[in-house]
T-cell receptor, first 115, second 116 residues
């Protein structure tokens, strides 16, 4: 069955420091991978997505993610975190089910930014 | 303009009541979705709707029913509300058919339902 694991429930990073959020997926075929961000009290916003091609994907707000098939990972990175990046981050895989497609989400990682 | 909007933003109600959450998208998308986010922030698909046809119906109770009066709207009706229905419900939409796995889904701001 398809699944997404985000090993880190909560991460705290100092403002200006680099960030890496981990995501591992389980999917039999070529995965379609997404990172979404949820700011407090807000809906989800797409940061970036990977379907094929270059394994390093650039997204909005200075985020990037690298797809590593050998490790079944799609980790999100940012070289310098800003206080406004504090939010909930969700990794997801686009998966087929019996009737169509759906996003299968991980349980999310809460990012706190300290000054 | 808000791309995907939901009303109400907050909904507090008693057990046993029937309630509806409305969703509208002005993106011209073909497919709309409902997701449930539980108290641990876990997001799970409930329904996917395309061209007024239910495409995905995950294992949700029959008390939940999506209603789509037109392509731009997908409302969620919940009958006989239970305590366990308390959650944040997100509406989303995407451009193509539900089979287009690569389509970006655009989410609404969510509706926080509290059942007392």
């Amino acid at each position: 069955a398809q699944s997404v694991t985000q090993p880190d429930i909560h991460i705290t990073v100092s403002e200006g420091a680099s960030l890496e959020l981990r995501c591992n997926y389980s999917y039999g075929a070529t995965p379609y991978l997404f990172w979404y961000v949820q700011s407090p009290g807000q809906g989800l916003q797409l940061l970036l997505k990977y379907f094929s091609g270059d394994t390093l994907v650039q997204g909005i707000k200075g985020f990037e993610a690298e797809f590593k098939r050998s490790q079944s990972s799609f980790n999100l990175r940012k070289p310098s975190v800003h206080w406004s990046d504090a939010a909930e981050y969700f990794c997801a895989v686009g998966a087929w089910n019996q009737a169509g497609t759906a996003l299968i989400f991980g349980k999310g990682t809460t990012l706190s930014v300290s000054s | 303009d808000t791309a995907v909007s939901q009303t109400p933003k907050y909904l507090v109600t008693q057990m046993g009541n029937d309630k509806s959450i409305k969703c509208e998208q002005n993106l011209g998308h073909d497919t709309m979705y409902w997701y449930k986010q539980d108290s641990k922030k876990f997001l799970k698909i409930m329904f996917s709707y395309n061209n007024k046809e239910l495409i995905i119906n995950e294992t949700v109770p029959n008390r939940f029913s999506p209603k789509s009066p037109d392509k731009a709207h997908l409302n969620l009706h919940i009958n006989s509300l239970e305590l366990g229905d308390s959650a944040v419900y997100f509406c989303a939409s995407s451009h193509g058919l539900a089979g287009e796995i690569t389509d970006t889904q655009y989410f609404g701001p969510g509706t926080r339902l509290t059942v007392l």
